[in-house]
């Protein structure tokens, strides 16, 4: 099966109460620990890559990667995405070289130059077959070159969806309703704590989500910032000489509240360099002879499988939906 856009996979998520997980990649390991949960799961996939993925590793590497696992794993249907694109001529760029969908963020600008620049974005990438996300309202936090103080943090505005959705023509809107990006989300002083001393994070706004639904019968809403920074992953880096005091993620209970209602993509990749991580750490530590790439990758290969699979399972509801 070739690379597909989202448009039926979204179609069915919304219909069925679940959301296909949007994982970043970045090498083969990751690649391949995705692709192979997903397809003992029979789940659809979105494989995105970030500014900071492309500079890593090339945009010509990533689609070879893909083309890779499509030839393992024919049965996959599976999205390139192109993550949090900074103008038209990045999103020009990844539609030219076989993306099949991409991303306009220019939600650090003032709403009409959002509309200008993704209207421009979403009638290129249709003319070549290519859908479009875009993103109203703004998430604290940092991922590759996006750097959002949680001063700076904005909730999406629902009055301005419509209007918004209407005069750009995508095909998908991210909002911004309290999840953020990295592993450090929230503040402490954002959070209680549990009876473990774990922080729990403000809940999300769903009153917004709902009303953006209303608002957008039908849409495809997607989440930025949503992995949950799951904390045996933490204790295993901190236990094996990390230092990832604090670290704390989106509930996942939320999460699935989410994909239950309107949401049909959520974006997912704090998790899985955290399992990569844990997983060569903790190698290193136990076997401090070893230098061969192949033996410590294994291990944080397989932590990216497991997360993946409990994500599809248990958070996205995306399992034998193929």
Not at 114 to 120: M, T, V, Y
Not at 171 to 181: M, P, W
Not at 272 to 293: I, N, S, W, Y
């Amino acid at each position: 099966m070739p690379l597909v856009t989202s448009t039926e996979m979204f179609k069915k998520a919304y219909d069925g109460g679940y959301a296909i997980g949007a994982f970043n990649i970045n090498n083969m390991e990751i690649v391949q620990g995705i692709t192979d949960a997903a397809a003992e799961l029979k789940s659809p996939l979105i494989l995105q890559a970030s500014a900071g993925a492309r500079k890593y590793a090339n945009s010509v590497y990533l689609v070879k990667l893909l083309e890779g696992a499509l030839a393992v794993h024919p049965e996959l249907p599976i999205v390139l995405h192109l993550d949090h694109g900074a103008d038209f001529a990045v999103c020009k760029d990844c539609v030219d070289n076989g993306f099949t969908s991409v991303m306009i963020d220019y939600s650090g600008h003032p709403f009409e130059e959002n509309i200008a620049e993704s209207k421009r974005v979403a009638e290129y990438a249709h003319e070549h077959g290519v859908v479009v996300e875009a993103e109203l309202g703004t998430l604290a936090g940092i991922e590759d070159d996006v750097k959002v103080a949680h001063g700076m943090a904005s909730y999406t505005d629902p009055d301005q969806v419509e209007e918004f959705v209407k005069r750009t023509g995508v095909d998908s809107l991210a909002i911004a309703i309290g999840t953020s990006h990295g592993a450090f989300k929230f503040k402490p002083e954002q959070c209680t704590r549990n009876e473990q001393g774990i922080l729990c994070p403000p809940p999300l706004r769903f009153d917004i989500l709902e009303e953006v639904a209303r608002r957008l019968p039908g849409f495809p809403i997607v989440l930025h910032g949503a992995s949950s920074v799951p904390q045996e992953y933490v204790k295993i880096i901190n236990e094996h000489g990390g230092a990832l005091k604090d670290a704390v993620g989106v509930p996942e209970d939320q999460l699935r509240q989410a994909a239950r209602g309107p949401v049909c993509k959520i974006n997912i990749d704090s998790d899985l360099r955290l399992g990569l991580t844990a997983g060569v750490r903790k190698h290193f530590d136990e076997h401090p002879e070893h230098f061969d790439p192949r033996q410590y990758l294994t291990d944080g290969r397989q932590n990216i499988k497991d997360i993946v699979m409990h994500k599809i399972k248990d958070v996205l509801g995306s399992d034998n939906k193929i």
